[in-house]
């Protein structure tokens, strides 16, 4: 089975803060997504990789930058963390031409 | 613009049929899929429609109608864990890049 591991199930950070959240998958895909998902909004795309060292931005990138140096990881960063990034992050995977596998989800509070 | 339109809320009694229904106007369209989410968990795969017809796997069953623009996903046999987020989401363009354009969810609620 294709697994997605994102580091924290949960995370608190204080305003301000520089955080990192990252993702990695086992199967060699080379599509990598950052979603961050709220009540009543659903899914949006932050952003997207489709190669290493490749990013494109999705929906909603303003505050978030991202870094894939390897094929297997795709790290989410908030910059400088405010209280409007409070959100479920999902990271998901794909190969061409097939649907997503997502990851647990990391909880992200910011305080 | 892309637009993905699903009931936000749907009840059902434990052991019944429900068909959740998703109609989509995108740019393009190379397949429609179906996830589930728990409360509190990630998406999980449920079935991908390309062609025009129902897909059956299991209790689950999924119909596209790509001239209508419209899905539904159809749960026979409901049991309480049914009880979940079903999120259609549609890939309007072919090639690698597979960026989906996801629907709001449709809440369902299986009572006994």
């Known amino acids: 089975d294709v697994k997605v591991t994102q580091s924290s199930r949960y995370l608190v950070k204080r305003t301000g803060e520089k955080v990192f959240l990252e993702c990695v998958q086992d199967m060699d895909h080379e599509n990598m997504f950052w979603y961050r998902q709220d009540p009543g909004l659903g899914l949006r795309l932050i952003y997207f990789s489709y190669d290493v060292k490749m990013k494109e931005k999705g929906d909603i990138p303003e505050g978030y930058s991202v870094s894939r140096e390897k094929k297997e990881r795709f790290s989410l960063i908030l910059e400088s963390a405010s209280t409007n990034q409070t959100s479920m992050y999902l990271c998901?995977?794909?190969?061409?031409?097939?649907?997503?596998?997502f990851g647990s989800g990391t909880r992200l509070t910011v305080v | 613009g892309q637009n993905i339109d699903q009931p936000t809320e749907m009840t059902a009694t434990e052991g019944a049929i429900v068909q959740i229904n998703c109609t989509y106007q995108t740019s393009g369209f190379n397949g429609l899929f179906w996830y589930q989410q728990h409360a509190g968990e990630a998406p999980t795969f449920l079935s991908y429609n390309v062609l025009d017809g129902l897909e059956e796997k299991g209790r689950f069953s999924s119909f596209l109608s790509r001239s209508k623009g419209y899905s539904y996903l159809l749960l026979k046999e409901l049991q309480m864990k049914d009880s979940a987020s079903y999120l259609c989401a549609v890939s309007p363009n072919a090639g690698n890049n597979r960026k989906l354009i996801w629907g709001l969810g449709t809440s369902l609620a299986v009572n006994p």
């Open positions: 998901a995977s794909s190969p061409p031409g097939d649907g997503y596998t």
